[in-house]
């Protein structure tokens, strides 16, 4: 178990959150407590307010109105505290291009006051589970679209966070490196630290996540353990569908053009 981690508590707390962008209302009244110790997932459909909420959950995006408390820390009142206990894998990462996978990792650790032979330690073993040791001393410009998420997920985990957010990890990422990942988190949270990750992707959802909140159209549509936001539902899919309200729509109905096969 985590020390300082009481298992029961929230990890989370959002009240009343609230993102406006000009007219576009990205975040409308956002309440969600999200339990520690669980592997949690966000869900919604493109343009929900996903990255918008983990934004401003994780200190990158001031809100408008509300608060956010992540381990009992006020995340605007008190940022420094809330930063040494989170890690976060932000949409559209943004990497040290000119230093090398092992290099980040180095300067990662040394801006979290880790001292420099834990940071060697901890980054060659993170090299290794995550499969980067071959590419440790190439380039992060040279580095695919799957290896960036990995060096930035190593980043992210580099200090041993009590809560880690992820804004759609797997994506771009192939499967065997989405088994790794998924071992690496499932044995953090196994620990009683806590994960949050956005995603589109339920099938992935249902099998890695014990809680979900589902978010559409800038609320909070469900949140609960995962079978109680499946409910009746067989698959999260269906449950989702439901929810946002796409259930029955008739894709592609106007598009009586298309059909380039039957020319
Ligand atoms: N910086 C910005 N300026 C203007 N509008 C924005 C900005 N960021 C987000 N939005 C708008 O806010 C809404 C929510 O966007 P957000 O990126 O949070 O959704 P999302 O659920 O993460 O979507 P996706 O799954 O497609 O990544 C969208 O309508 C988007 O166009």
């Known amino acids: 178990m985590m020390e300082g981690v009481v298992v029961g508590s929230a990890a989370v707390c959002v009240r ?4 406006r962008f000009g007219q576009q209302v990205a975040v409308a009244g956002v309440d969600l407590e999200l339990p520690a110790g669980k592997f949690i997932g966000l869900v919604g459909p493109n343009g929900a307010g996903k990255t918008t909420t983990l934004s401003m959950v994780t200190g990158l995006l001031r809100p408008d109105q509300g608060s956010v408390e992540v381990v009992g820390h006020d995340v605007w009142r008190d940022p420094v505290a809330v930063k040494a206990r989170i890690g976060v894998l932000p949409e559209g990462l943004r990497l040290f291009e000119r230093l090398s996978g092992r290099e980040l990792l180095g300067y990662s650790g040394r801006l ?3 001292p420099g032979a ?9 090299l290794d589970v995550l ?28 200090h041993n966070p009590e809560v880690l957010f992820l804004d759609e990890p797997f994506e771009g990422v192939d499967p065997v490196s989405a088994q790794t990942i998924r ?75 298309l059909g380039g096969g039957a020319r």
């Open 118 to 126: 834990e940071v060697d330690k901890r980054a060659g073993q993170l």
């Open 112 to 114: 979290r006051g880790l």
């Open 183 to 257: 071992g690496v988190l499932e044995r953090y949270t196994a620990s009683g630290a806590t994960v949050v990750f956005s995603s589109h992707v339920m099938e992935l959802v249902e099998s890695l996540c014990d809680w979900v909140a589902v978010m559409a159209a800038g609320r909070i549509r469900a949140t609960g353990p995962l079978s109680e936001v499946r409910g009746e539902h067989t698959t999260l899919q269906g449950a989702f569908l439901e929810l946002v309200g796409a259930q029955g729509r008739d894709a592609g109905s106007d598009l009586d053009w």
């Open 131 to 158: 499969d980067l040791t071959g590419a440790q001393h190439k380039l992060v410009v040279d580095y695919s679209t799957g290896m960036r998420k990995k060096i930035g997920l190593a980043a992210a985990l580099l």
């Open 16 to 19: 009343g959150l609230w993102k």
